[in-house]
């Protein structure tokens, strides 16, 4: 099975900051990389597909980056709304969807 | 609008059993993939179970597989879950997602439903 390791796990930063959160595969997943947002009592939301692909709707500060086995998720300018815990997903296997821990991410 | 809308959660005794459902809208049901994901409380994402858009593929993780069967129905745009021999560690909010066929991200997801599992 391939095993989704995020850092750090939790992270306290500012509004205005730029954040990079980082997911390792156990293996090779090309770019069959997701992101997502989930914010406390919500379903999670779609922001990165395809390791680097916005999803439509979501603001332009969210960007993706990475191939193989690594693969980082960066806010270019911390939002209050951004304030959640985000996962990475990969869907190279057919067990869909191993999903990494989660980021969980404070204001400072 | 697409629309997913989860049901059929509760409270059941160990060993019991509980079928999910999701009803889907806004989009054309027998087109897409469907997928259940649960999230126990204070917990991350699992996958728990995918089924293609006509029924011909089905994966289920490891921790379900034996005990939990995912059907649909395209008729009614239902997406279902049974789960039986069900224990204290199934207890979780359950989603259903809607899958992209191409590199099978979770594009649209439910409001979720919640298991509790206890004597």
């Known amino acids: 099975d391939i095993q989704m390791t995020q850092s750090p796990s939790s992270l306290s930063a500012s509004v205005g900051d730029r954040v990079t959160i980082t997911c390792r595969a156990s293996q090779s997943i090309s770019s069959y990389l997701n992101w997502y947002q989930q914010k406390p009592g919500k379903a999670p939301k779609l922001l990165i597909y395809?390791?680097?692909s916005l999803q439509s709707g979501v603001p332009s500060r969210f960007s993706g980056s990475g191939s193989g086995t690594d693969f980082t998720l960066t806010i270019s300018s911390l939002q209050p709304e951004d304030f959640a815990t985000y996962y990475c997903q990969q869907s190279y296997s057919t067990l869909r969807g191993t999903f990494g821990q989660g980021t969980k991410l404070e204001i400072k | 609008e697409v629309q997913l809308v989860e049901s059929g959660g509760g409270l059941v005794k160990p060993g019991g059993s509980l079928r999910l459902s999701c009803a889907a809208s806004g989009f054309t049901f027998s087109s897409y993939s469907m997928n259940w994901v649960r999230q126990a409380p204070g917990k991350g994402l699992e996958w728990v179970s995918s089924i293609s858009s006509s029924s011909s593929y089905i994966y289920y993780a490891d921790s379900v597989k034996g005990r939990f069967t995912i059907s649909r129905d395209n008729a009614k745009n239902s997406l279902y879950l049974q789960m039986n021999s069900l224990r204290a560690e199934d207890t979780a909010v359950y989603y259903c997602?809607?899958?992209?066929?191409?590199?099978?991200?979770?594009?649209?997801w439910g409001q979720g439903t919640l298991v509790t599992v206890s004597s």
């Open positions: 395809a390791a680097s």
């Open positions: 997602a809607r899958e992209l066929l191409r590199f099978r991200y979770f594009d649209y």
